[in-house]
């Protein structure tokens, strides 16, 4: 594992209440899609030392020319440090780290299942797989509350077209709270749901994260339907 300096580039909003932080790359900066990193705060700026470190999937892909992370803005110590953080400036990073890569049985398919910021380590494997043109069959399944809480839609909808083995089944399961427009599926992630999504795929490898308590729920769901254990990959994202 490696520790560097990096600077801030950038920053965006990439859904409500959620931000998108860009940092300069350095050259020899290697990782696989699907890692992270632990993103470490200068003391001076992170109120006390236990704050001053979070981990953080990279939503950029490996073959992309900058580090990118993607969180929701809570109010703790770390985020407002990270909020009020100011271009330009440095950070530490450790990594990459991390299990949630794609595996290497190429004829299985990959079945991703996402709940809200969990989004973002298979924004890299599906990006990287687009750029690759990897023959191998991906499924997405996205659950937001609402369109306007879903990270990087607009971009996987366009990832979906142009990539004919990538399937999107987004899900908004509080479309009652919501001002935009939504024809698709509004379930939770069900039994129904993951047999419809299973349907015609032979031995997928499932892939959760998310918060805790979503990716225990689909564990469970998941062994419901007869899925081995030895058959799903899952990321915690704890705070949430
Ligand atoms: C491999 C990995 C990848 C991640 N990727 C992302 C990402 O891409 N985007 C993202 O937003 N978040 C990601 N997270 C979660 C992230 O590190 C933060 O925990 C999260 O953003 C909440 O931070 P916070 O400052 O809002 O809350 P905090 O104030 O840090 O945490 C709130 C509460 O969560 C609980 N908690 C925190 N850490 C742990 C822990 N390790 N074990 C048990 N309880 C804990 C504590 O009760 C704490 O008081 C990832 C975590 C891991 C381990």
């Known amino acids: 594992m490696n520790t560097c300096q990096v600077r801030l580039q950038a920053r965006e909003e990439v859904a409500g209440g959620t931000m998108a ?3 300069q790359r350095p050259t020899d900066f290697a990782f696989k899609a699907g890692q992270a990193i632990d993103l470490i705060l200068p003391a001076a700026v992170a109120a006390d030392g236990a704050n001053q470190r979070h981990a953080f999937s990279l939503v ?3 073959f992309e020319n900058e580090l990118v992370i ?6 703790s110590v770390f985020k407002r440090a990270l909020k009020m953080f100011p271009i330009g400036g440095q950070v530490e990073i450790e990594g990459p780290f991390g299990s949630l890569t794609l595996h ?3 004829a299985r398919p990959a079945i991703f299942i996402a709940g809200g910021i969990g989004i973002t380590p298979f924004m890299s494997v599906l990006r990287q ?3 690759d043109r990897l023959p191998q069959e991906m499924v997405l399944l ?7 809480d ?3 839609l607009l971009e996987l909808q366009n990832l979906a077209r142009q990539n004919a083995n990538f399937q999107l ?7 009652d709270k919501s001002d935009r427009p939504w024809q698709g599926e509004t379930s939770h992630i069900s039994k129904e749901l993951l047999r419809k999504t299973m349907n015609g795929l032979q031995k997928p490898v499932f892939y959760a994260a998310g918060p805790p308590g979503l990716v225990a729920a689909m564990r469970e769901v998941l062994n419901r339907v007869g899925v081995n254990d030895d058959d799903i990959r899952s990321e915690e994202f704890y705070g949430y």
């Open 129 to 131: 797989a687009t750029h």
């Open 70 to 75: 993607a969180t929701r803005m809570r109010d």
């Open 169 to 175: 089944l987004p899900t908004m399961t509080e479309m």
């Open 60 to 62: 950029n892909a490996p």
């Open 104 to 106: 290497n049985e190429r």
């Open 142 to 148: 996205y659950s937001n509350r609402r369109p306007e």
């Open 21 to 23: 932080f860009h940092f």
């Open 150 to 152: 879903a990270a990087f």
